[in-house]
């Protein structure tokens, strides 16, 4: 429970002042030892915080899930493997879990979608990291439509489905090899294009470095580059451009 929901309890009579007192101490942060919860991310950047899980050891995941849980705090976690999603849910079982984008989430209710953006992929192989950048996005709250194997290899693919792109705030492009998808997007779109290079490639695309440097060399206007495979992040971004615009949008109505 953030601030705002605690001082809401307590002039709602909901909660006396010395369980609002007790709360409040958590805050901002409730440490755990082998992890501190950050009580206060949505307060402070409108988004509740996120758990990588990769690399996470088994018990200290499910210790704080389940904490975040608790405090009926909506959580997402990215990079979660079956073994540990099976654990977490075991010990929460209002979890979920989709292992193509390997999101991990915990929604009490999900909130109404607004505005719009598009994911895209060059091909299927980039799928999984376009996942997660959707879902990720629609954990927060932003409508997605998602177009994929819309490569430069096939380009008509892409210019058959430009009516996608009509009214949208934000493209998502996701793409391996050469990386050419997010340039060709932003030469035919009046948005702002994030271009995510993946690891999908041969030998000399180098994990995903070559799709990197096309995207960051771009010269398309209006291209913003993230890192490799990472589509939580390019989710993320993309939610606050999307709030942003519908913001503007209400504002101007």
Do not use: W
Not at 21 to 26: A, C, D, T
Not at 51 to 75: D, F, N, W
Not at 145 to 153: H, I, N, S, Y
Not at 195 to 204: K, N
């Amino acid at each position: 429970m953030d601030v705002n929901a605690i001082l809401k309890c307590v002039k709602s009579g909901e909660l006396e002042l010395e369980e609002a007192e007790e709360l409040l101490k958590k805050l901002p942060y409730e440490d755990l030892g082998y992890a501190k919860i950050d009580h206060h991310r949505k307060v402070r950047q409108g988004f509740e915080e996120v758990i990588y899980c990769q690399g996470k050891e088994i018990p200290h995941l499910t210790g704080i899930c389940s904490r975040m849980a608790q405090e009926r705090i909506h959580v997402l976690g990215t990079r979660a493997s079956r073994e540990q999603a099976e654990a977490v849910m075991a010990e929460v079982p209002e979890f979920t879990y989709e292992p193509v984008s390997r999101l991990l989430k915990l929604e009490f209710e999900k909130p109404e979608p607004i505005g719009k953006i598009v994911v895209c992929t060059g091909g299927t192989a980039d799928i999984p990291v376009a996942e997660e950048a959707a879902g990720a996005a629609e954990f927060f709250g932003t409508g997605v439509t998602r177009l994929f194997d819309v490569g430069v290899a096939g380009i008509h693919r892409l210019l058959r489905n430009l009516d996608v792109f009509e009214h949208v705030n934000c493209v998502i492009a996701v793409a391996g090899m050469e990386g050419a998808l997010p340039g060709v997007v932003a030469g035919l779109v009046d948005v702002p294009v994030i271009a995510v290079p993946t690891s999908v490639g041969y030998g000399a695309s180098f994990k995903g470095l070559s799709a990197l440097l096309t995207m960051i060399n771009s010269c398309a206007n209006g291209v913003t580059v993230v890192n490799i495979d990472n589509g939580y992040g390019a989710g993320y971004v993309a939610t606050q451009i999307n709030r942003l615009a519908v913001r503007e949008y209400e504002k101007n109505r």
